[in-house]
């Protein structure tokens, strides 16, 4: 069964950081661009960040630039999102979803989604 599991949410305050974690089972990404997504309440769902998988290209929302950095690793099967300097408007569910090869708008497997809350 193919799986995206998201781990690393929870409650920081502004300016702190967090790493969340998006780790598949049933299938390898080293094929699979990967995309964060997040939504918070009342809001629509909007990209975060995307890493491809055939040159590792990544690309950033406006809002996040300089302050998120998306990695994989391959070898864990596994792809992170470095958040740093947090603000109360990023918390929101944070999601991973998987794509083949490119980062795209459309995505084929979403995981379940894990909360970040900002807050002092």
């Known amino acids: 069964q193919l799986q995206l599991v998201e781990s690393g949410g929870g409650l920081v305050q502004p300016g702190g950081s967090l790493r969340l974690s998006c780790a598949a089972s049933?299938?390898?990404?080293?094929?699979?661009?990967i995309g964060w997504f997040r939504q918070a309440p009342g809001k629509e769902r909007e990209g975060v960040s995307c890493i491809s998988s055939s040159d590792g290209s990544t690309y950033y929302a406006d809002s996040v630039k300089g302050r998120f950095t998306i990695s994989r690793d391959n070898a864990k099967n596994t792809v992170y999102l470095q958040m740093n300097s947090l603000k109360p408007e990023d918390t929101a569910v944070y999601y991973c979803a998987a794509v083949r090869s490119v980062c795209r708008y459309e995505y084929d497997y979403w995981g379940q989604g894990t909360q970040v809350t900002v807050s002092s």
């Open positions: 049933g299938f390898t990404l080293d094929y699979y661009a």
